[in-house]
T-cell receptor
Framework: DTEVTQTPKHLVMGMTNKKSLKCEQHMGHRAMYWYKQKAKKPPELMFVYSYEKLSINESVPSRFSPECPNSSLLNLHLHALQPEDSALYLC??????????????FGSGTQLSVL | RKEVEQDPGPFNVPEGATVAFNCTYSNSASQSFFWYRQDCRKEPKLLMSVYSSGNEDGRFTAQLNRASQYISLLIRDSKLSDSATYLCVVLGSSNTGKLIFGQGTTLQVKP
């Protein structure tokens, strides 16, 4: 069982909807990540939070809005998505962001379908 | 050229076979290297880190060749349960702290 919990596991939304993906970890990790993964492709980094501050935004469209309320929680707010945004959204955490100890622990993901 | 390159496969092998995957990376400043395993419709999970001296975990052996900028994963005595996609992951320079994923190599172990 993963120690990174994501909800919901599946989400179907229309292009005018607003929804949020949630991620929680209780391993005391100080870095948290959002990745997007399309079928048969590797995960693509979207955002990195380090010590609750946004440290990397990989030029993600503003219809994706991350939020880190505290060191254990990470949200991804979705608004006005496009069908091409349909993908598996993975949350991950690691002890710290930089250095050699960059082992990622992934949540099981949210499978998002945008209609 | 992609930063991390893998042969996507699929590699189809019989049970009990030994199979090896290679992965090349372009940034000579890369510091840390990992193999992750991903089952269909599941999240990636860390299989093993890769150290300069090489490391072994049961049937799995990982090697790093900095001079040629590649890492390898050897699986001995393949099991049906080894069927998965194996992702080569490289930490770029520590300034960014970004992990770079290869495309993944798909392994199918047949009975």
């Amino acid at each position: 069982d993963t120690e990174v919990t994501q909800t919901p596991k599946h989400l179907v939304m229309g292009m005018t909807n607003k929804k949020s993906l949630k991620c929680e970890q209780h391993m005391g990790h100080r870095a948290m990540y959002w990745y997007k993964q399309k079928a048969k492709k590797p995960p693509e980094l979207m955002f990195v939070y380090s010590y609750e501050k946004l440290s990397i935004n990989e030029s993600v469209p503003s219809r994706f809005s991350p939020e880190c309320p505290n060191s254990s929680l990470l949200n991804l707010h979705l608004h006005a998505l496009q069908p091409e945004d349909s993908a598996l959204y993975l949350c991950a955490s690691s002890q710290v962001r930089t250095g050699s100890n960059e082992k990622l622990f992934f949540g099981s993901g949210t499978q998002l379908s945008v209609l | 050229r992609k930063e991390v390159e893998q042969d996507p496969g699929p590699f189809n092998v019989p049970e009990g076979a030994t199979v090896a995957f290679n992965c090349t990376y372009s940034n000579s400043a890369s510091q840390s290297f990992f193999w992750y395993r991903q089952d269909c419709r599941k999240e990636p999970k860390l299989l093993m880190s890769v150290y300069s001296s090489g490391n072994e975990d049961g049937r799995f052996t990982a090697q790093l060749n900095r001079a040629s900028q590649y890492i390898s994963l050897l699986i001995r005595d393949s099991k049906l349960s080894d069927s998965a996609t194996y992702l080569c992951v490289v930490l770029g320079s520590s300034n960014t702290g970004k992990l770079i994923f290869g495309q993944g190599t798909t392994l199918q172990v047949k009975p």
